[in-house]
């Protein structure tokens, strides 16, 4: 019995740490006033922190910018096919953690909106991946490509 209380507290934890992450998201999402050329929101400075503080969602950038710097075509099937994959599952990985409907409940209602937004992204860059050609993204940055120093990774919470 005690065994299974440990286990209700452990969750409790983990939600919390859940909510504390979303709500550190929420805030950052909301902070963030990057807009494009023709005015409208982007938050592409969230995506890029997002990126640093996310590994899946870093991996997930990087094979983006791997097939847009590709020109849509892998040198052969087989990388294509691999490439692929390898987005497939980074995405999967990802949503278990993003999904809005895996929100822990305290704070579910808080969240959905960076949730959905998070979630929504995730599916466009795993889309960029397995059809580069029909891509609904801008071009990746060049610290989206990986270029540069090592992305600063932030504390969870």
Do not use: M
């Amino acid at each position: 019995v005690e065994d299974k209380k440990g286990d209700d507290k452990r969750q409790k934890e983990d939600d919390e740490t859940r909510c504390k992450r979303f709500a550190r998201w929420r805030k950052a999402y909301d902070n963030d006033r990057s807009v494009n050329s023709k005015g409208e929101k982007t938050h592409a400075k969230f995506w890029l922190q997002l990126a640093d503080e996310q590994e899946e969602f870093g991996l997930l950038s990087r094979l983006r910018a791997h097939a847009h710097d590709s020109g849509g075509s892998a040198s052969t099937p087989k990388i294509q096919a691999a490439l692929e994959k390898k987005a497939g599952a980074i995405y999967k990985s990802l949503a278990r953690v993003v999904h809005p409907d895996r929100l822990p409940k305290p704070c579910a209602k808080k969240n959905l909106e960076v949730a959905q937004a998070i979630f929504d992204y995730a599916q466009k860059l795993e889309n960029c991946v397995k059809r580069p050609l029909r891509c609904e993204l801008p071009a990746p940055t060049a610290r989206e490509r990986g270029a540069g120093a090592e992305p600063r990774r932030q504390k969870e919470l």
